[in-house]
C-alpha cells in the first residue's frame, strides 16, 4: 500500500457503515490537497513576501496534522469538522490581516474561500445533516462577513506579488485546479451514489425475485408434502385401477371388445366423462399405418368426426407422430360437446395418450372432462398406456398366433416390472421427501433473512417519501414568493426609477424605468459611477450632502437635475437610502426616484431646496 493510500485510510473502520469510511477518506484525501497545494505553497510565500503572516498557513499545516490525528483517534467528525472549516478559515483571516479597508479582495484569494466554502459539502452526508449545517453555516458567515472585518486590521501590507505575477498566475491556477477537484470529486460521489442506488434497485430486483422463487418453491414443497401424504392412497387407487384394467385383458381375446371394455372402465373410473380408443390398423402389411377408434363411452356428436385417422391428421395423427401426451385445457367450443339429459356442455380438460411399448405405437386412448384431471390420474393414463399397448400388442400376437401361455408369461413379465418400478419410486420419493426438509429449513433462514432487508428498504423508502414532501412544500413556497416579487418589480418599473450602488457609487442595479428615462442601455450603466447622469446645474455641494447624509446611515431626500444620454433634461425627487450590515454601517445604497413631468414645478422645488441649503 502506498504514502497516498495509507493517508486516505487514516481512521477508516469495518465497524463504521460505507458511507462514513467513504467521507473519513475524502476529508483525509481533502487534508494532503490543502497540505500539498495551498499551506506548504503559502507557507515558503509568507516568508519571503509577509513574513509576518507567516504563521497563519503554518496553522494550515498544523490543522491538516490535527485532521489527521483526529481520524486516527477515532474523533472522526471533529476532523471532519476542522477539514471542512480551517481552510476557510484561514483564508479569510490571511485576507484580513493582507488586506487594508476599503480595497478590493484579490481575485485568487476569493477564489480559494470561495472553493472552500465548498468542502462541508464534500466530507459530509446528508445523513449527517448536522454536521453539514454547522460547518456550511459556520462557512457562510465568515465567507459574507471578511468585508466587514477589514476594519479591524489595518497592517498595511503590500499585496502586490498576489495580485500580479507569477505568483498570481500560478496561485489562480492552483485555485482553480482546487476547484475543479472539488467539482470534480462532488460529480464523482454523485456518480457513485447514482451506481449504488442503481445496484440497489437491481439487487432489490433480484431479492424479491429470489423471495419470489423461494415462496414458489416454498408452495411447491409443501404442495409436494401434501402429495407425499396422499401418495400412498394414490398409489393404491392407481394399482388398483391397472389391476382392474389388466383382469380386462386377461378376460377378453378379442380387440375390439377388449377396446369397449377398458374404455367404459377407465372413464368411470377416472372420474371423466367420454372417452375413445383408437388402434393402429393397416389395409396390407406395407401399407401406411391409420388410426381407427374401436370404442367410445358417452360420445356425442363432434364436428367433423372421423372413425379413420390418418397419422399427423389431427390431434390423434399428431400425438401418434410426437409419441407423447396432449394434454388440452382450453378446447373450442365446437370441438366436442358432453351431452346429458339435462343439455351439453364443451369439456374443460381433454388428455390424448398413446398406448405405446418399446417405442412402438399401438393406439391412442382419448379422455374428456368436465374436470381438470388430477396428476395422479394422469399418471394412471401414462401407466395405462404402457399396460395397454402391450396388451393390445398380445391380442394381436394371440389372434395371430394363438399362445396364449406366452402371453400370459409377458403380462407377469410386465406387471413384476412395474412393481419394481413401483417399488423404486418409493425409495425415490423417500429421498425427495428427505430432500424437502432439508430445504425447508433452508427456505425459513432465508426468509427471516428477506424480511429483515424489507424492513430496512420499508424505512428508506418512508425517509426518501418525507424528504421528497418537504422539498415540494418548499418549492410551493419559493413559487409564490417569486410571484409576489414579480408582481411588486412590475410595479415599480411602470412608475419608479430604482437603483442600488457600492460603498464607492458604482452602479449595480438598474430596473427598466431608469433605462427608459436615462436612455442608457443597462449595459452602459453597470458599473459605472452616478455621475453619468450628473447635469451642469447641479451644486457639488449638493452632492457633498448627500453622501455626507448616506455614509452616516441616514436617508437623503432631494430634487435633482438630471441629464440623460441625448442631452435631455429630467427632473427626480430621489430618495436615497443605506443598506446597513448587522453593525450598523452601510454595505451599499438604494435609490428610488419619482420622475416630475412639470418643470416648472421641479424649477421651483429644486430653487426652495437651494434656499434652505444657502447656496442661493
Known amino acids: 500500500m502506498n504514502i497516498f493510500s495509507r493517508l486516505q485510510h487514516i481512521g477508516v473502520d469495518e465497524a463504521y457503515t460505507e458511507y462514513v469510511n467513504s467521507k473519513i477518506k475524502l476529508s483525509n484525501v481533502v487534508a494532503l490537497f490543502n497540505l500539498l497545494l495551498v499551506a506548504i505553497p503559502f507557507s515558503f510565500i509568507s516568508f519571503i513576501h509577509v513574513p509576518n503572516l507567516a504563521f497563519i ?61 465548498l468542502v462541508p459539502f464534500l466530507v459530509f452526508d446528508i445523513r449527517e445533516k448536522s454536521y453539514l449545517i454547522f460547518s456550511a453555516s459556520f462557512n457562510f458567515l465568515v465567507f459574507v462577513t471578511i468585508e466587514s472585518s477589514l476594519a479591524f486590521f489595518t497592517e498595511g501590507f503590500d499585496d502586490s506579488f498576489i495580485t500580479e505575477g507569477f505568483l498570481y498566475s500560478i496561485n489562480f491556477t492552483v485555485s482553480i485546479l482546487l476547484a475543479f477537484l472539488i467539482v470534480f470529486m462532488m460529480a464523482y460521489i454523485n456518480y457513485r451514489a447514482e451506481l449504488k442506488s442503481q445496484q440497489l434497485i437491481e439487487d432489490n430486483e433480484k431479492q424479491t425475485k429470489e423471495l419470489h422463487d423461494s415462496e414458489n418453491e416454498l408452495k411447491q414443497n409443501l404442495e409436494e408434502v401434501r402429495k407425499s401424504q396422499e401418495e400412498e392412497k394414490n398409489r393404491a387407487w392407481v394399482t388398483e385401477g391397472l389391476g382392474r384394467i389388466n383382469n380386462l385383458t386377461r378376460q377378453h381375446d378379442d380387440p375390439e371388445v377388449l377396446s369397449k371394455e377398458v374404455i367404459s372402465e377407465i372413464v368411470k373410473y377416472s372420474g371423466a366423462n367420454q372417452g375413445a380408443l383408437y388402434l393402429v390398423e393397416k389395409e396390407e402389411e406395407d401399407s401406411e399405418p391409420y388410426l381407427e377408434m374401436k370404442s367410445a363411452f358417452a360420445f356425442g356428436r363432434r364436428k367433423k368426426i372421423k372413425d379413420k385417422v390418418k397419422v399427423g391428421e389431427g390431434l390423434i395423427g399428431q400425438c401418434y407422430l410426437e409419441k407423447d401426451m396432449i394434454f388440452l385445457t382450453e378446447v373450442p367450443d365446437d370441438f366436442v360437446r358432453i351431452k346429458s339429459g339435462l343439455g351439453d356442455a364443451p369439456p374443460k380438460n381433454i388428455v390424448i395418450m398413446p398406448m405405446m411399448t418399446n417405442e412402438k405405437i399401438e393406439g391412442i386412448l382419448e379422455i374428456a372432462s368436465f374436470e381438470i384431471l388430477e396428476d395422479y390420474k394422469v399418471d394412471y393414463l401414462k401407466k395405462l398406456g404402457e399396460s395397454l399397448a402391450t396388451s393390445f400388442s398380445l391380442n394381436k400376437i394371440n389372434a395371430n398366433t394363438k399362445r396364449l401361455l406366452e ?44 424480511q429483515q432487508q424489507e424492513e430496512e428498504l420499508r424505512q428508506n423508502m418512508e425517509e426518501l417519501s418525507a424528504q421528497s414532501d418537504e422539498m415540494e412544500k418548499q418549492m410551493h413556497e419559493m413559487e409564490k414568493m417569486q410571484a409576489e416579487m414579480q408582481a411588486r418589480e412590475q410595479i415599480l418599473n411602470e412608475s419608479t426609477i430604482v437603483s442600488e450602488a457600492d460603498l464607492f457609487g458604482t452602479i449595480t442595479y438598474v430596473n427598466q424605468k431608469l433605462i427608459d428615462t436615462a436612455k442608457y442601455s443597462r449595459e452602459e450603466m453597470i458599473g459605472k459611477p452616478h455621475s453619468i447622469f450628473r447635469h451642469p446645474d447641479m451644486p457639488s455641494e449638493v452632492y457633498k450632502l448627500l453622501w455626507d447624509t448616506i455614509k452616516s446611515g441616514n436617508v437623503f431626500r432631494g430634487i435633482v437635475k438630471n441629464k440623460a444620454k441625448d442631452g435631455s433634461v429630467y427632473w427626480v425627487d430621489a430618495v436615497i437610502s443605506p443598506v446597513l450590515d448587522a453593525e450598523g454601517k452601510p454595505k451599499k445604497y438604494v435609490g428610488v426616484r419619482y420622475v416630475i413631468e412639470q418643470e416648472e414645478i421641479a424649477q421651483k422645488l429644486f430653487d426652495e431646496q437651494l434656499k434652505k441649503l444657502g447656496l442661493k
Open 407 to 450: 402371453l400370459s408369461q409377458e403380462q407377469e413379465e410386465q406387471m413384476r416390472s412395474q412393481a419394481e418400478e413401483l417399488h423404486q419410486n418409493m425409495e425415490e420419493l423417500q429421498a425427495t421427501q428427505e430432500e424437502m426438509e432439508r430445504k425447508n429449513k433452508e427456505t425459513e433462514e432465508q426468509n427471516q433473512q428477506l
Open 57 to 117: 498557513p503554518l496553522l494550515g499545516i498544523v490543522a491538516v496534522a490535527l485532521t489527521w490525528v483526529l481520524n486516527y483517534s477515532k474523533a472522526i467528525y471533529l476532523a471532519r469538522i476542522i477539514s471542512a472549516i480551517s481552510p476557510l478559515f484561514l483564508t479569510a483571516l490571511f485576507t484580513i490581516y493582507l488586506v487594508d479597508e476599503g480595497e478590493n479582495i484579490p481575485l485568487v484569494l476569493a477564489l480559494f474561500m470561495l472553493v472552500f466554502s
